[in-house]
């Protein structure tokens, strides 16, 4: 019986050897492997007939050819699928018809984002991030905003650690002295962000928004700067002329401040609810770095001077888009965001 045994194994592993193709090898694994008629089964069969005191022994033997017969054949097989056809090589069937996945793409405030970095990257500037996750300090505190001042009024958020004084911040500005602080002057950085506010939401008003802060710090900066740099932006993303108006603004961080309004492209000037009646809408305050804003950011404001501006950048897709409601950017409605 053992030497029986023996036999197959050997034979197997010839046969298992010279197999070339896969029908071969299906073939092969029947003659030892049917249940039915293999020939292992029929080994197994067999050993009821050995005397019980050799039969576990045997037993083993059969298991440890069975073992081996099967690892002869798996290692046979990959070879085979390695130095096979194309066809019996590849396991992706690229006739099969597949359902298709429906691909996203990038959210419109996304897409407007990266057009403006690359106009800013042309112009020397750097993209930075900052956290949204902002503290009093930097978001009103270094802004020349303090606890005292009224301007907080109007950039209510969402409080979030009474104790560290931690809170969505409420506009990219916070990064303007975040900046200073790491490059030190001169500077040139644009920094696109989600901003909060805790305010009631209507076509013009969102709790969740988007900013692009602009800052440029070196010797000798002016109003001048402010203005070629403006145009360079708007042309760039507008490609249409746009009527834009430059009136005085007040905001802290910036002294002279001013507004940059441009025409409402969505009612031509008319009025409507997006500008408010008014046909012009607020898209970039800006203005010249307040010096202790630079002392905040450690840079001395004797040597240098700069422009910081606050793009709304939201405020900016609707007008490109001529979107009349900011709830839809937010809204996660794919009948929209199809669209772009
Ligand atoms: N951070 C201001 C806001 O969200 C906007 C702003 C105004 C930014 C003037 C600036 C600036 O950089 O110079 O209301």
Not at 51 to 80: C, F, H, M
């Given at each position: 019986?053992?030497?029986?045994?023996?036999?197959?194994?050997?034979?197997?592993?010839?046969?298992?050897?010279?197999?070339?193709?896969?029908?071969?090898?299906?073939?092969i694994?029947?003659?030892?492997?049917s249940?039915?008629?293999?020939e292992?089964?029929?080994?197994?069969?067999?050993?009821?007939?050995?005397?019980?005191?050799?039969?576990?022994?045997?037993?083993?033997?059969?298991n440890?050819?069975?073992?081996?017969?099967?690892?002869a054949?798996?290692?046979?097989?990959?070879?085979l699928?390695n130095?096979?056809s194309?066809?019996?090589?590849d396991?992706?069937?690229v006739?099969?018809?597949?359902?298709?996945?429906?691909?996203?793409?990038?959210?419109p405030?996304?897409?407007?984002?990266?057009e403006?970095?690359?106009?800013?990257?042309?112009?020397?500037?750097?993209?930075?991030?900052?956290?949204?996750l902002?503290?009093?300090?930097?978001?009103?505190?270094?802004l020349?905003?303090?606890?005292?001042?009224?301007?907080?009024d109007?950039?209510?958020?969402?409080?979030i650690d009474?104790k560290?004084?931690?809170?969505?911040?409420?506009?990219?500005?916070?990064v303007q002295?975040?900046?200073m602080?790491?490059?030190?002057?001169?500077?040139?950085?644009?920094?696109p962000?989600?901003?909060?506010r805790?305010?009631?939401?209507?076509?013009?008003?969102?709790?969740?928004?988007?900013?692009?802060?602009?800052?440029?710090?070196?010797?000798?900066?002016?109003?001048?700067?402010?203005?070629a740099v403006?145009?360079?932006?708007?042309?760039?993303?507008?490609?249409?002329?746009?009527?834009?108006?430059?009136?005085?603004?007040?905001?802290?961080?910036?002294?002279?401040?001013f507004?940059?309004?441009?025409?409402?492209?969505?009612?031509?000037?008319?009025?409507?609810p997006?500008?408010?009646q008014?046909?012009?809408?607020?898209?970039?305050?800006?203005?010249l770095?307040?010096?202790?804003?630079?002392?905040?950011?450690?840079?001395?404001?004797k040597?240098?001077?700069?422009?910081?501006?606050?793009?709304?950048?939201?405020?900016?897709?609707?007008m490109?888009?001529?979107?009349?409601?900011?709830?839809?950017?937010?809204?996660g409605?794919?009948?929209?965001?199809?669209?772009f």
């Amino acid at each position: 019986m053992e030497l029986d045994i023996k036999k197959i194994k050997d034979q197997a592993l010839k046969e298992i050897e010279g197999i070339k193709n896969s029908e071969e090898w299906e073939q092969i694994k029947n003659k030892y492997f049917s249940r039915k008629s293999g020939e292992l089964a029929k080994l197994l069969k067999d050993l009821k007939d050995v005397s019980e005191d050799l039969r576990p022994k045997v037993g083993a033997l059969a298991n440890q050819v069975k073992t081996e017969i099967e690892s002869a054949l798996d290692i046979k097989l990959s070879s085979l699928k390695n130095n096979g056809s194309a066809l019996e090589r590849d396991f992706i069937d690229v006739t099969l018809n597949v359902e298709k996945y429906k691909l996203g793409h990038l959210h419109p405030v996304t897409q407007i984002a990266m057009e403006l970095e690359d106009i800013f990257k042309s112009m020397g500037f750097m993209i930075l991030d900052g956290p949204e996750l902002e503290s009093d300090y930097y978001n009103f505190e270094a802004l020349n905003i303090p606890t005292w001042h009224p301007a907080r009024d109007t950039q209510d958020t969402f409080y979030i650690d009474a104790k560290d004084k931690l809170l969505l911040r409420t506009h990219t500005s916070p990064v303007q002295v975040r900046a200073m602080q790491k490059y030190g002057a001169p500077l040139r950085c644009v920094v696109p962000g989600r901003v909060f506010r805790n305010e009631a939401t209507d076509a013009s008003h969102e709790h969740t928004f988007y900013q692009l802060e602009g800052l440029m710090i070196d010797k000798d900066i002016s109003i001048t700067n402010l203005i070629a740099v403006m145009k360079e932006l708007l042309s760039g993303i507008f490609k249409e002329e746009v009527n834009v108006r430059l009136r005085p603004g007040y905001f802290p961080f910036v002294e002279p401040a001013f507004e940059l309004d441009i025409q409402c492209l969505i009612c031509g000037g008319k009025g409507c609810p997006v500008c408010k009646q008014s046909g012009w809408v607020e898209l970039m305050p800006c203005g010249l770095v307040h010096p202790s804003v630079l002392k905040y950011g450690g840079i001395d404001p004797k040597k240098y001077s700069g422009f910081a501006f606050g793009l709304g950048l939201t405020r900016l897709v609707m007008m490109k888009y001529k979107i009349d409601d900011i709830r839809l950017l937010q809204g996660g409605d794919l009948r929209f965001l199809n669209q772009f």
